[in-house]
């Protein structure tokens, strides 16, 4: 990558995030990188907004929000709800016409085809819903065993799960621009099913494990930032 070129890298949150999940890459990136980030409505700095449930008002929100930031060289860049926003929102952008992304870095999602398998979370009773926030990890045990603050958590993660489970995978004409996968060893994604990427790219997939849960990313976060500088090297 030349030192001289500026890029910018789009980053979309995964359930219960906001523009802060993002500051261990920040941290560790070349002065040439800016992460441009984000909150969803009714997190962060718009936590007075409502929160949204439906996946289409949520792609169309975070396009409203970025539509200023792709007038450079940029890659998008989504973990787990993250993911599966950046690819929907690189199709909205396709169909407005707009300058599509070098490539889209996913990690911790599963492929669009395969969504169906999210559905059991959108009718969680409060035991099921605590159970799945562990597994997955990402938030300290002792705030999901205290029920005083999962009244501040709980409504923002089940608005982000109700997107999840009710995003319905639509067969497209694949995107010509680069997907770059990453998934953990431990995490609840099949290599069948995060190769199914493939079907969603013209470009070979390029695809990679690493060691961990689902938020592996915040364990190798320096092989993250490596891998997401990758996605500028081969641009013509």
Known sequence: MKSSQKYKVLCFSFAGGNQYSFDTFKKIAPDNITFITTDYPGRGTRIGENLLCEVDDLVEDMYQQIDNEIDSPYIIYGHSMGGLISYL??????????????????????????????????????????????????????????????????????????????????????????IKIITGTKEDISQEDALKWQEETTFPLSYNRLEGGHFFIFDHPEKILEEMSECFQNRK
């Not at 992304?101 to 169906?116: L, M, Q, Y």
């Not at 035991?127 to 709980?154: A, V």
Request: proline share 7%; charged share 30%; aromatic share 8%.
């Open 89 to 178: 929102l690189v199709l909205k952008l396709r169909s407005k016409g707009k300058k599509l992304p070098e490539s889209i870095f996913i990690t911790g999602c599963r492929a669009p085809s395969t969504w169906d398998k999210m559905k059991r979370l959108k009718n969680l009773n409060y035991e099921e819903f605590i159970m799945e926030l562990k597994m997955l990890g990402g938030i300290p045990h002792e705030i999901l065993n205290d029920k005083d603050s999962m009244l501040f958590f709980e409504p923002i993660l089940r608005a982000d799960f109700s997107i999840v489970a009710t995003s319905e995978y639509k067969k497209v004409e694949p995107l010509s621009i680069p």
